[in-house]
């Protein structure tokens, strides 16, 4: 038993994390919602529960341990997803929102548009208490370590202690999905040094410098860091053989093997952090086998608690927001 966020209240509540469900919108795929269903029939031969909101008739009979909800319904490619969302209740991603909402199920999926999945999440799920943003974490497997980027794409802009937060964040799904002792954080920008970087860099920096001294934040921050990990990668997959040093055709065996280490499928594509519950956006043009790697990694994140990892560690650094929070659509549109 751990704890976990309320969808109603906010308020923290003991949920069986022994065996979640997990919600899946199958809908916006480039292969079609066939393809989503597959990809979940392979995740629930893994023991994972799943519940399918879609084309009934595109999904076919469902595997055991899924169970699939009729709504043919997609906003995915809507140009207005804050609207869509608000007036679509027949939509599978509002649908699949207002199920996790409601405690049918513990995570969500998202086949479909990021940006669908974000406005259903803010107005169904709720954004977790005390969180500015929510923040989309994409894990990076490099043969040099496991990189995590944060945000890729939830908010097209940021304060400093949205940064703190993502730190915060990142860390925690480290922790509990990917399996990292102890994560290490950097800041991206242009140069290691403190003062590098434009003026909201340099506040971030100064902030998560001041949180590290002081003790007790749940991973080792390592200051600024250059984007250069994967051109390393890449160099170092080619000069590991003799038949790569040589180039030219002989090079694409020697990078084969560092492309299937950085297969994002095995992934499962981004996590959608900050809502009271986890959500894994997959890339539309996966395929079943990335699709089955969402399912799964959703699944694990609501058993080992993400959210609640989320929530505790930013409760004991002193980096929640105080402040009441307006109304959820804020967050996709406000220029805090």
């Known amino acids: ?52 909101f879609g084309p009934a008739a595109e999904l ?25 969302a608000r007036r679509t209740a027949e939509a599978s991603i509002v649908q699949a929102t207002k199920a996790v909402a409601a405690g049918r199920a513990q995570a969500l999926v998202c086949a479909g548009g990021t940006g669908a999945a974000l406005a ?11 969180i500015y943003r929510p923040a989309l974490a994409l894990p990076l497997p490099l043969p040099r370590g496991a990189v995590t980027l944060l945000d890729v794409g939830a908010s097209a802009e940021a304060r400093r202690e ?17 399996g990292v002792a102890r994560p290490r954080v950097g800041l991206l920008s242009n140069g290691e040094e403190a003062g590098r970087g434009s003026p909201l860099v340099v506040e971030a920096h100064a902030e998560l410098s001041r949180r590290a001294d002081a003790g007790g934040v ?17 160099r170092d997959a080619a000069s590991t053989s003799l038949r790569g040093m040589l180039g030219g055709a002989l090079l694409r065996a020697a990078l084969r093997g560092f492309r299937e280490q950085i297969d ?73």
């Open 218 to 234: 749940p991973f080792e921050w390592v200051g600024n860091v250059e984007g250069d990990d994967v051109i390393g990668a890449i």
């Open 162 to 178: 949205h940064l703190v937060q993502f730190a915060f964040m990142g860390a925690a799904l480290a922790s509990t999905v990917l």
């Open 60 to 84: 076919g009979e469902p595997a055991a341990n899924v169970e699939v909800v009729d709504a043919p319904v997609s906003i995915a490619k809507s140009d207005d997803p804050v609207s869509a």
């Open 1 to 52: 038993m751990a704890l976990g966020a309320s969808p109603s209240s906010g308020l923290w509540h003991p949920v069986d994390q022994a065996a979640p469900v997990v919600a899946v919108d199958c809908n916006g795929a480039d292969r079609g919602p066939a393809e989503v269903a597959a990809g979940a029939a392979l995740a629930a031969a893994r023991g994972v529960r799943v519940v399918l």
């Open 264 to 336: 994002p499928e095995l992934q499962g594509g981004a996590y959608l952090l900050g809502l009271r519950r986890l959500g894994v956006v997959p890339h539309g043009r996966f395929t079943r086998k990335g699709f089955a790697e969402a399912v799964v990694r959703a699944e694990r994140g609501a058993r080992e608690d993400v959210v609640g990892q989320i929530q505790r560690s930013l409760a004991d650094a002193g980096a929640l927001r105080e402040a009441p929070m307006s109304a959820p659509v804020a967050s996709l549109r406000e220029t805090e």
């Open 120 to 130: 259903a999440g803010l107005f169904n799920i709720k954004r977790m208490h005390g």
